[in-house]
C-alpha cells in the first residue's frame, strides 16, 4: 500500500489556506445534544468523537430538545410525569453547558415537542396535559401566544419550510393540527391511531406522519392537506420519521420492533430495514447527510448509523433513557 506523505512546502500551503473562511471552520466544533428523560439531563456530546463534554441538569423527566439557529443555545421541554406535570423550559448555553435561564410556561402543561424559528426568535412548544401550542420570545422566554388545539396529547411540532404554520401531532386523538401564524386559525386532519412523529419534506411539499397504534404513514399535501398517500410502517409502533437533508429518503423509528425503517420518499416504497437497540425513539440526521443517530431508551444509547449503508459506526451511552435530539456548531 502506498502511503502519501506530503512535503513541508505543500504543508505550509496547505496552512496559509486557513485564513478567511477556513480559519473560521477550523474553529467551530460540531455538537450532538441528547435528552436524557430519566436522568434529568442534557448530554452535551463531540458529534465525532462522541464524547460526553458536559451533562446540564434539566427539570423533572425532559423530552425534546431544539437548539437555535446560531447554535448557542439549546431550549429543552421538561415534561414531567402524571404525578408531576412539568410547566418549564429549560434554556442551555452549548459551548458552556450552563443553564441560563427556565422558563415558565404557567397552566401550559407537560411541555413535549419543541422547534425553534430559523431567526432565533421564537420558541414553539406543544403541551400536552393542556392541548395547547405555545409560542415564546427567544430573547426571553416571554409567552406570545398560545393556541388551542383542542385535541387529545397534542405532541410533537414542526414549522412549514416558510414557517408560515405548525404541524402538531396529536397522539390521543389521531390527528394533525396546523396552526396558521399568519391569522392565527387551526384546523385538525385526522391521519391514524396514534399520530405521533412528524416531518415535512425538504421542499417542503408533503409532511409525512406515523401513526404508532395502526403502525402506519400517512402522507399529506403541505397546501390542501389532501392525504396522497398511506402506507404500512414496515415495523410495529413507528415513534418518528426524519428526511435525510435532500429528501430522497425518510428514515422511522419502530419502537415496538426495535427497528429503522427507510422509505423512497417519491415513491413510498420501503428500501431497508435496520436492526438498533431497544425502544428506539428519537432519529436525527448529521447536516451533512452522511450519519442518523437512534436513540435506543431502554437500552441507554444512542446508535450511530452510516446513513448510505446503513452500518453500524459506533454508539454512545449519555445517560439514562435517552429521546430527544439536536444539532450544533459552536465555536471554540
Keep these: 500500500m502506498t502511503v502519501f506523505r506530503p512535503f513541508p512546502a505543500l504543508i505550509a500551503a496547505a496552512a496559509l489556506l486557513l485564513t478567511g473562511?477556513?480559519?473560521?471552520?477550523?474553529?467551530?466544533?460540531?455538537?450532538?445534544?441528547?435528552?436524557?428523560?430519566?436522568?434529568?439531563?442534557?448530554?452535551?456530546?463531540?458529534?465525532?468523537?462522541y464524547e460526553i463534554l458536559a451533562l446540564a441538569?434539566?427539570?423533572?423527566?425532559?423530552?425534546?430538545?431544539?437548539?437555535?439557529?446560531?447554535?448557542?443555545?439549546?431550549?429543552?421541554s421538561d415534561y414531567g410525569?402524571?404525578?408531576?406535570?412539568?410547566?418549564?423550559?429549560?434554556?442551555?448555553?452549548?459551548?458552556?453547558?450552563?443553564?441560563?435561564?427556565?422558563?415558565?410556561?404557567?397552566?401550559n402543561?407537560?411541555?413535549?415537542?419543541?422547534?425553534?424559528?430559523?431567526?432565533?426568535?421564537?420558541?414553539?412548544?406543544?403541551?400536552?396535559a393542556s392541548q395547547t401550542v405555545?409560542?415564546?420570545d427567544a430573547a426571553g422566554g416571554d409567552i406570545l401566544t398560545v393556541w388551542e388545539t383542542g385535541q387529545d396529547i397534542s405532541h410533537m411540532v414542526t414549522p412549514s419550510v416558510d414557517e408560515t404554520r405548525l404541524f402538531v401531532t396529536n397522539l390521543g386523538s389521531g390527528s394533525l393540527t396546523v396552526i396558521d401564524r399568519r391569522d392565527d386559525s387551526v384546523t385538525t386532519i385526522p391521519t391514524g391511531a396514534g399520530a405521533e412523529g412528524v416531518d415535512v419534506?425538504?421542499?417542503?411539499?408533503?409532511?409525512?406522519v406515523t401513526n404508532r397504534?395502526?403502525?402506519?404513514?400517512?402522507?399529506?399535501?403541505?397546501?390542501?392537506?389532501?392525504?396522497?398517500?398511506?402506507?404500512?410502517?414496515?415495523?410495529?409502533?413507528?415513534?418518528?420519521?426524519?428526511?435525510?437533508p435532500d429528501g430522497a429518503r425518510?428514515?422511522?423509528?419502530?419502537?415496538?420492533?426495535?427497528?429503522?425503517?427507510?422509505?423512497?420518499?417519491?415513491?413510498?416504497?420501503?428500501?431497508?430495514?435496520?436492526?438498533?437497540?431497544?425502544?428506539?425513539?428519537?432519529?436525527?440526521?448529521?447536516?451533512?447527510?452522511?450519519?442518523?443517530?437512534?436513540?435506543?431508551?431502554?437500552?441507554d444509547k444512542v446508535s450511530v448509523f452510516d446513513a448510505h449503508t446503513y452500518e453500524l459506526i459506533d454508539e454512545i451511552f449519555p445517560g439514562s433513557e435517552p429521546d430527544g435530539m439536536a444539532w450544533a456548531v459552536i465555536e471554540d
Design 57 to 76: 441538569p434539566t427539570r423533572h423527566e425532559p423530552h425534546e430538545v431544539a437548539a437555535s439557529p446560531d447554535r448557542r443555545t439549546a431550549y429543552v
Design 250 to 299: 425518510a428514515f422511522v423509528s419502530n419502537a415496538l420492533s426495535n427497528s429503522l425503517t427507510v422509505f423512497d420518499a417519491a415513491s413510498r416504497e420501503l428500501i431497508h430495514t435496520v436492526d438498533v437497540g431497544a425502544l428506539p425513539v428519537g432519529i436525527l440526521m448529521s447536516p451533512d447527510g452522511g450519519r442518523v443517530f437512534v436513540a435506543n431508551t431502554r437500552d
Design 21 to 49: 473562511a477556513g480559519a473560521a471552520a477550523a474553529l467551530t466544533s460540531e455538537r450532538l445534544l441528547i435528552v436524557n428523560k430519566s436522568g434529568d439531563t442534557l448530554a452535551i456530546t463531540d458529534a465525532h468523537s
Design 109 to 128: 402543561l407537560a411541555p413535549h415537542g419543541v422547534a425553534v424559528s430559523r431567526d432565533g426568535t421564537r420558541v414553539w412548544v406543544t403541551t400536552e
Design 134 to 136: 405555545v409560542e415564546l
Design 213 to 244: 397504534a395502526e403502525h402506519t404513514i400517512s402522507v399529506l399535501d403541505t397546501q390542501t392537506l389532501e392525504e396522497l398517500a398511506k402506507f404500512d410502517a414496515g415495523g410495529q409502533v413507528p415513534i418518528r420519521v426524519k428526511f435525510t
Design 81 to 107: 410525569s402524571r404525578d408531576r406535570r412539568g410547566n418549564t423550559v429549560t434554556v442551555v448555553d452549548i459551548a458552556s453547558g450552563e443553564v441560563t435561564a427556565t422558563w415558565n410556561l404557567g397552566e
Design 201 to 208: 419534506t425538504p421542499d417542503g411539499r408533503e409532511v409525512w
